[in-house]
């Protein structure tokens, strides 16, 4: 079965987490989800416009399990 998410890779997830809480900061929102440091999910494709971001993508959704 596989895992959804950041699996196995903890540079990874902790790049992840920093780009959210920078983006926040310095843009007031950001394209990488976070609650109680926790990732949940990210847009995909962003485009600088400005001072500010644009989310090309919705936030990706998980998709269904097979049955």
């Not at 007031?28 to 644009?54: A, H, K, W, Y």
């Amino acid at each position: 079965m596989a895992e959804l998410g950041l699996v196995g890779a903890r540079r990874q997830s902790l790049r992840f987490f920093a780009n959210g809480v920078v983006f926040k900061r310095r843009f007031g929102e950001s394209p990488v989800t976070l609650q109680d440091n926790v990732i949940l999910g990210m847009c995909g494709q962003i485009r600088m416009d400005g001072n500010c971001f644009i989310c090309l993508e919705p936030e990706s959704a998980a998709p269904e399990p097979n049955h």
